[in-house]
């Protein structure tokens, strides 16, 4: 099980990808993936045409989210995996979490402007794919693009985070909503690259407490975001508090990721793999 080739995590033109849910899938098959699932923020207006192609090149499908949470002040992302993506609550909830979106990215061209870059907005929005789903990365596209920044990963170190120019704080879902509109839609919750917190580590083991507490099961422990060092650590992590462990790339862009579709270690074999847990 824990050498099957499942990527879990990745994103299309429906939120900040780059590919269509098609060209992903035939990424991800050409690259071994055997189980996958598409994961887009707060949208699941891709995962019909993802299924579909999946399966037409014979991967097994697992439909998926990824939920924007605010908990202690910060930003943290629930991967729904297994859900039914025609649950009415569940597409509400993802609705309303998506509804903040365009009046935070005015702010944050407004934020942009008083540092001199005129027309960020209308700037990012030509790599929008989805008119409900802008986010700081068609921002960073676009800083690139128009010659601000070198790269994408340059852009998220010198703006847009807090701290920096055209940062603006937005409050996501809560994380009990979240898990219950993915535990109500018969899926599965787990925490997305926990490594990226900047939490204390008194509030990582609340957050893993609460979150257990709250019906979460997984985290992810391989990921695109992780060092080989916390694949280790969040290996320790699921197993002191009986997760089941997940695997994704989180890929974006073939210009932007630097870890392709499935193209990552397998998961340390004394951990529950998420997808024993799915059909
Ligand atoms: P948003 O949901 O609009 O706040 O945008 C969050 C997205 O920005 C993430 O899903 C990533 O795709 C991207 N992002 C955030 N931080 C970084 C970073 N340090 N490097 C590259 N991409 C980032
Ligand atoms: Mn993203
Ligand atoms: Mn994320
Ligand atoms: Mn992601």
């Not at 992302?77 to 039914?84: K, Q, R, T």
């Not at 870059?117 to 209308?122: L, V």
């Not at 019906?215 to 916390?230: D, Q």
Request: overall charge negative; some cysteine.
């Amino acid at each position: 099980m824990n050498t099957l080739n499942a990527d879990l995590h990745c994103h299309s033109v429906v939120s900040d990808g780059t590919l269509t849910p098609e060209a992903l899938a035939l990424r991800a098959q050409e690259n071994g993936v055997q189980i996958w699932a598409l994961t887009d923020h707060d949208e699941v207006g891709g995962q019909s045409r993802a299924r579909t192609a999946a399966q037409d090149l014979g991967m097994r499908y697992i439909s998926g989210v990824e939920i924007s949470v605010s908990w202690a002040n910060q930003t943290l992302h629930i991967v729904g995996l297994g859900i039914d993506e025609n649950n009415p609550q569940l597409i509400q909830g993802l609705y309303d979490t998506r509804n903040g979106r365009t009046n935070r990215a005015k702010a944050i061209s407004a934020e942009l402007e008083k540092i001199g870059i005129q027309n960020a907005y209308a700037g990012a929005l030509r790599f929008v794919g989805n008119p409900e789903l802008i986010s700081r990365t068609h921002f960073a596209r676009h800083l690139v693009e128009s010659g601000v920044c070198a790269s994408t990963e340059e852009v998220f170190q010198n703006y847009l985070v807090a701290g920096k120019p055209g940062f603006v704080d937005h409050v996501w879902a809560n994380l009990a909503d979240a898990i219950q509109w993915i535990t109500g839609a018969g899926g599965i919750a787990i925490i997305a690259h926990p490594g990226r917190y900047r939490y204390s580590d008194l509030q990582k083991e609340e957050l893993y407490a609460q979150f257990k507490d709250l019906g979460g099961k997984g985290i992810e422990v391989v990921t695109g975001s992780h060092t080989p060092e916390e694949y280790a650590i969040f290996a320790k992590v699921a197993q002191r508090y009986g997760f089941l462990a997940s695997r994704g790339s989180d890929f974006h862009s073939p210009d932007e990721s630097d870890i392709d579709l499935g193209c990552l270690p397998n998961l340390p074999a004394p951990l529950r793999p998420v997808w024993s847990e799915l059909q």
